[in-house]
């Protein structure tokens, strides 16, 4: 399956962004989704998770209560509204898919990942 993220930009602090993270080549509806960032100079970290189902969601700390999950599986893809930015949330962010079903916060417990967009908030 490939994933295509998009929806970054540069906002300022307090606004919003939704990013979306499409996929192709196959249905990700049995597949759980993680977006996952990483800021320059620091390691890709977890933000927030989302069951094949849509009927779990798990989030860092860092982003609970600004930042919502969802998936429409009728259109393959997995959306991650991103509301109250701050500019700590300036990142490159991913999205990830994990075959094998249950919600998981590290990387590595992911198979296959979209190539990134850009969110750049400003003070």
């Known amino acids: 399956v490939q994933l295509q993220a998009s929806g970054g930009g540069l906002v300022q602090a307090g606004g919003s962004l939704r990013l979306s993270c499409a996929a192709s080549?196959?249905?990700?509806?049995?597949?759980?989704v993680g977006w996952f960032r990483q800021a320059p100079g620091k390691e890709r970290e977890f933000v927030a998770a989302?069951?094949?189902?849509?009927?779990?969601?798990y989030y860092a700390d860092s982003v609970k209560g600004r930042f919502t999950i969802s998936r429409d599986s009728a259109k393959n893809t997995v959306y991650l509204q991103m509301n109250s930015l701050k500019p700590e949330d300036t990142a490159v962010y991913y999205c990830?898919?994990?075959?094998?079903?249950?919600?998981?916060?590290?990387?590595?417990?992911?198979?296959?990942w979209g190539q990134g967009t850009l969110v750049t908030v400003s003070s």
């Open positions: 990830a898919a994990r075959v094998v079903a249950g919600l998981r916060v590290h990387a590595s417990d992911f198979d296959y």
């Open positions: 080549g196959r249905t990700f509806s049995s597949y759980a």
């Open positions: 989302i069951s094949w189902s849509g009927g779990s969601t």
